[in-house]
């Protein structure tokens, strides 16, 4: 029998290929758990679409409204060509998605990048990190959001179930807004004049009216169920400017996540959703088909002293007949009408946001920064600034209504923050003292002061990387208190508290929630009062700020916080791709 005889160069051989084992089955393993790539192309085009009677051009992604889902799971990386054929200029934010060191990919124009132009491409590059739930995308520029949405989906990792019963169904359920004229016009005008922009015709569930709106009977959302099935609707608010109550009649609904976090489940019959924000909700079917169809009914909580659009959209919730029913039964069932709260209902309001609170388990824990670095205390809300060179306005004295934070009306750069951040050209730009107080104290929810006007500019909070924040946001009775949902790019903030009236520093801190907080991207400043949140300030980038009522937005209701780089190499934002569009 040979002997065998191993040189020390067999050994390290041996020893290499063991070890390339190891590695390709960690390697592999991590990958079971990274998740995949997933490619997605979005055309930007035109589209003839009839609601209303009346027919009209819209801008679609894909010919689709509202726009294509995105499903993925967490975990995974998302590969979105956005190709522009229109003559708009076009940007997509994907709305509460943390963009961890992907700021390059969020998405709103001329703060994370140059829009892309007619004719040009960007492809936005993102892995979907720690998030499971309903999200959205929509986009980032001037008022194109009005058509241009759709749901993101992201279900839980293989494997992992929801902390809630497996729904038979999902469905998602998505608000938007329409106007019979052509909404760029529209903003383009009341910016012109210095007047409200007009509001919209109706409301819309995945893109249709319902029969409440004239000759819309046809153009109706129909949600078919099983009796004893349970469904989890995944509301969307993307309308522009009006928070909304939803109601399904006769039916309870169990809320179970928000912003794409998970909550402690609790019943409902309304559920007031504010434009950027998402719900998952389920719905129990009743255990016996019953004899009636039901009213899924939107229409707005409105709190300021504008004009409104005072409807109602209207889906149909039916039961898969019975075996033993007849046909001609089920065609004539009555439609039973669900009842919604007064349109100004702020008490509601309060009380429907109190209850949302984190899971705060040890598998969905509730981060909450415990130690807070900087304070911080915004007013938002309304004001006015002189008109334009050369323009005629028709507000007092040739001034416009405009809107502001901390009394800062934000004017949009000409080239992107993240640009101008990035590579050390803020000059001229953007600089770093927004305040961090009111310029002014005054009674802010009670008798407005003398002098309105707002002062105007583009300016920024600086933050060093990981500090914590905690910023109170109250509310102004300048030209009326209003309900304003503030969304924060880039981070999930905790909600610790909120209340009606002047925020006090000394007694409103006590009752703060630091336990099991609820943890969100967009949050309603109550109407004539206050919210207080904190988040941790862990991804380097430039992140807006801003109301998302779209004409407040557009009036400058807006600001950013630009987060430094950390020390560590996962803790700096890598340069911009090479496809980032140019101003």
């Not at 300030?537 to 400058?556: I, K, Q, R, Y």
Request: aromatic share 10%; hydrophobic share 40%.
């Amino acid at each position: 029998m040979a002997s065998l005889v191993l040189t020390s160069s067999d050994i390290f051989r041996a020893l290499f290929l063991a070890l390339s084992v190891v590695w390709l089955l960690s390697d592999l393993a991590f990958a079971k758990h990274a998740g995949i790539t997933r490619h997605y192309k979005f055309d930007i085009k035109m589209q003839s679409v009839t609601r209303l009677c009346q027919t009209k051009n819209i801008v679609t992604v894909n010919g689709q409204f509202p726009g294509p889902r995105i499903i993925a799971r967490e975990g995974d990386r998302l590969l979105i060509k956005v190709v522009n054929h229109v003559k708009y200029n076009v940007t997509i934010h994907w709305h509460g998605i943390r963009q961890i060191r992907s700021g390059w990919a969020d998405g709103p124009a001329y703060v994370t990048q140059c829009p892309i132009q007619t004719g040009q491409s960007y492809v936005y590059n993102f892995t979907l990190t720690g998030q499971r739930g309903t999200l959205f995308w929509h986009a980032h520029i001037s008022w194109l959001r009005a058509t241009l949405y759709g749901p993101i989906v992201i279900l839980p990792k293989k494997h992992a179930s929801y902390p809630f019963p497996h729904p038979y169904k999902e469905v998602p359920i998505v608000f938007g807004e329409w106007w019979k004229a052509d909404t760029e016009t529209i903003i383009n005008q009341a910016m012109a004049t210095g007047g409200a922009p007009n509001i919209s015709d109706a409301f819309t569930i995945n893109g249709l009216p319902g029969p409440s709106y004239n000759c819309s009977a046809k153009d109706t959302f129909k949600l078919k169920v099983k009796a004893g099935k349970t469904y989890l609707l995944r509301l969307v608010n993307a309308a522009l400017n009006d928070e909304l109550f939803f109601r399904v009649e006769n039916h309870n609904l169990t809320v179970v996540e928000a912003d794409a976090v998970y909550v402690k489940p609790f019943k409902t019959d309304i559920v007031l959703i504010t434009p950027g924000q998402t719900t998952n909700v389920l719905l129990r079917a009743k255990s016996k088909t019953p004899s009636a169809k039901f009213t899924m009914s939107a229409r707005p909580y409105a709190t300021g002293p504008a004009t409104f659009d005072n409807t109602t959209t209207i889906g149909i919730l039916e039961y898969e007949k019975s075996a033993s029913a007849s046909k001609s039964n089920h065609k004539n069932l009555p439609l039973l009408k669900a009842k919604l709260p007064q349109f100004n209902d702020s008490s509601y309001a309060m009380k429907f946001q109190r209850k949302f609170r984190s899971l705060a388990t040890a598998k969905f824990p509730a981060k909450v920064p415990k130690n807070v670095d900087r304070r911080f205390f915004f007013t938002v809300g309304l004001g006015i600034l002189p008109c334009s060179k050369n323009q005629t306005c028709q507000g007092p004295n040739n001034t416009r209504p405009a809107a502001a934070v901390n009394n800062v009306s934000f004017v949009q750069p000409n080239i992107a923050l993240l640009q101008a951040h990035f590579f050390n050209k803020s000059k001229g730009v953007y600089t770093t003292n927004f305040p961090t107080n009111p310029p002014f104290k005054f009674n802010y929810t009670g008798t407005p002061p003398k002098n309105i006007m707002l002062s105007s500019g583009t300016k920024v909070v600086a933050l060093p990387f990981n500090t914590s924040v905690e910023l109170v946001m109250q509310d102004t009775s300048i030209l009326g208190a209003e309900s304003h949902p503030l969304h924060l790019h880039g981070f999930n903030f905790f909600v610790l508290g909120q209340g009606v009236g002047n925020f006090d520093p000394k007694k409103d801190p006590t009752k703060f929630n630091l336990v099991d907080p609820a943890e969100r991207n967009t949050v309603g400043v109550p109407a004539g009062g206050w919210v207080a949140i904190r988040f941790l300030a862990d991804n380097p980038g430039v992140w807006f700020m801003h109301c998302h009522l779209e004409v407040h937005t557009s009036w400058g209701l807006k600001m950013a916080w630009v987060v430094n780089d950390g020390k560590g190499r996962k803790q700096k934002l890598p340069p911009p791709p090479a496809d980032l569009p140019k101003c």
